[in-house]
């Protein structure tokens, strides 16, 4: 520490250049991270907060697309909940829609059908709970956009009219879209493209997307062996994010620009080491002289860069949670939380320190010979 | 105190290179430097000056022969005792200081005691004092050629070494400054009973010393002139 210390303040000016690199880096981790976050709650918020453990899909499905291609029937989910392990189950509609509400405002929606009163139809904290056909209750952020209870929105095409009747706390979305809950009968309308006043079809009450299903506390239900027996294909609620629009692709171009960024710090910092090594070459041999030992040298050049790293990254990560909380405000899909903000920075950390060792392991190759002037 | 050996090189032989390019840097070189002693060695460029003091200072294993330091051989030490004896037995003055360009003048005291624990530990001050050193806080870039020599004699002694190697001291000084470099030389030498080696080209600081010695095509003999 003796020397690292002093090192680190003598060569302030160059080692500042290194630490604002990494500690750039680490606020566009902080952002990057917060995207991340925002992009998977705009995605998949209204999947992540229902009580659900898992969906069976209709047999066969495309699992990146399931959502907007299975039909089951709905007799499917009585036999589901006869499962062992199963604690119930029930129809589940999904499907996006464009609607207009009474003041002219179109709202993209995401038309989550359920059937009211069961353990799937969520609690309204403003306005009332689901109660039959022809109502709907909102995600909670619509309000932000002026749509009240006892507003009408209006499915566009079709013409149905659904009544405002509660909003859900907070967001709730799929897709990108906000998700409004509406009764499984008006679901399957809207989705068979029923105008009001038709006739329906016999067949639309009996379709669904999928059935939802809830485990009893502790069970651990053999997923492969129900579909085998019962014709469908399911799905953890954590997989089914995969089948919302777009999720998977935007989740890996994120974590694939942030294991890049990770590459490319360490590739930095490990050149910026050897490059300082290589520099103290004749220094490193006079302290090797004069007896240094091999660990005494590289504790010290490890604990120099562990002080720049450490140093640089908690300072970018600062800067970046002031930024975030700014970005935060707007209508970016923007979110910072402690857990993914300090797995997005311990990487760099940790990377940091392997291209720096590897960088100075060069120590052990210097000969203490070479202090002598006859030997240079 | 004038009997203790501070160096004993008895019959060391050191061969460069192998195969057909063969150079005998030393051969069969015999030195005994007492405790306090100052001794010289002289020679032309590539006579063997810097492989004798690469030898009596463990950083070359001779091929034969026998190298002791106070009262240690080092005839057979792994490379990690030999960094052991080179810190707590030897103290090296090198061409133009060879100080470290981040450390401040009494930091760079300091540093030899960081290294490892020391028998017997001088107070950084008090010899920064001895040789004549007023600029404390001074980092090297701020020395005189003449400062950082006397940085580098008080650096060595830190330890309170048996043994002092100093390879070229005056290579970067003007005359009067060598006289100087070289007279402190002999008086810590003399003062810290230490066993002092000398390499050097300049021939005028060489009434200062006790015994001169000349290097010729690695054969060392007391010069005679």
């Known amino acids: ?376 | 105190m004038a009997t203790r050996t501070g160096l004993e090189i008895a019959g060391v032989t050191l061969v460069h290179g192998d195969g057909e390019s063969t150079v005998t840097a030393l051969d069969d070189v015999s030195l005994t430097v007492a405790a306090g002693e100052f001794v010289a060695v002289v020679g032309p460029s590539g006579s063997g000056k810097s492989s004798l003091l690469a030898v009596a200072g463990g950083l070359i294993t001779p091929d034969s022969g026998r190298v002791r330091i106070g009262d240690t051989d080092l005839t057979g030490l792994s490379a990690r005792r030999l960094a052991e004896v080179r810190r707590t037995r030897i103290g090296f003055v090198f061409r133009s200081g060879n100080l470290l360009p981040s450390l401040t003048a009494v930091d760079q005291l300091r540093l030899p005691l960081t290294l490892g624990r020391v028998a017997r530990p001088r107070d950084p001050m008090e010899l920064l004092a001895d040789v004549g050193m007023t600029h404390r806080a001074h980092r090297p870039d701020k020395l005189s050629g003449g400062e950082r020599q006397r940085v580098g004699i008080a650096r060595a002694l830190m330890t309170s070494p048996d043994l002092l190697l100093v390879d070229e001291p005056t290579a970067a000084l003007d005359r009067h400054r060598s006289q100087e470099v070289v007279a402190l030389l002999a008086h810590e030498a003399h003062a810290n009973g230490v066993a002092t080696v000398m390499v050097t080209h300049d021939h005028d600081v060489l009434s200062h010393c006790g015994t001169v010695y000349r290097m010729m095509d690695g054969i060392l003999e007391v010069a005679t002139d």
């Open chain 1, 1 to 376: 520490m003796f020397l690292a210390w002093r090192e680190l303040s003598f060569a302030r000016g160059r080692f500042a250049l290194m630490g604002s690199v990494v500690a750039l880096i680490g606020l566009l981790m902080v952002l990057l991270s917060g995207l991340s976050v925002g992009l998977v709650n705009d995605g998949v918020s209204g999947l992540q907060k229902l009580p659900v453990s898992s969906f069976a899909f209709q047999s066969e499905v495309d699992k990146t697309s399931a959502f907007s291609r299975s039909v089951v029937d709905v007799d499917v989910a009585q036999q589901w909940a006869d499962r062992d392990g199963v604690a119930e189950a029930t129809p589940f509609g999904n499907t996006l829609v464009n609607t207009t509400t009474d003041d002219d405002v179109d709202i993209d929606l995401a038309l989550f059908g359920v059937e009211p009163g069961s353990w799937l139809a969520p609690e309204a904290t403003t306005g009332a709970a689901l109660a039959g056909p022809g109502e709907i209750v909102l995600a909670g952020t619509l309000q932000d956009e002026g749509v009240a209870v006892g507003d009408v929105v209006t499915v566009d095409q079709i013409g149905t009219e659904l009544e405002v009747v509660g909003f859900l706390d907070g967001q709730h979305t799929y897709g990108h879209v906000d998700v409004g809950y509406v009764d499984l009968t008006t679901w399957q309308e809207v989705r068979a493209g029923v105008r009001p006043g038709e006739p329906v079809p016999d067949h639309v009450h009996d379709d669904a997307t999928a059935v939802a299903v809830r485990f009893a506390d502790g069970a651990d239900v053999d997923l492969a062996a129900a579909d085998a027996a019962l014709g469908t294909t399911s799905m953890t609620l954590e997989q089914s994010f995969g089948a919302s629009p777009g999720y998977t692709a935007e989740i890996s171009t994120l974590q694939m620009i942030q294991w890049f960024l990770y590459v490319i710090s360490a590739l930095v910092v490990g050149a910026f080491f050897t490059v300082v090594t290589i520099q103290r070459r004749h220094e490193i041999a006079v302290l090797r002289a004069v007896g240094a030992s091999t660990r005494y040298l590289l504790r010290d050049s490890l604990t120099q860069s562990a002080v720049l790293l450490v140093g640089s990254t908690v300072v970018g990560v600062g800067a970046g949670l002031l930024l975030g909380a700014g970005i935060s405000s707007s209508p970016m899909p923007f979110a910072l939380e402690a857990a993914p903000v300090a797995a997005a920075a311990a990487p760099l950390v940790v990377l940091g320190m392997i291209g720096a060792a590897i960088a100075v392991l060069r120590i052990t190759r210097v000969d203490p010979l070479t202090a002598l002037g006859g030997y240079r």
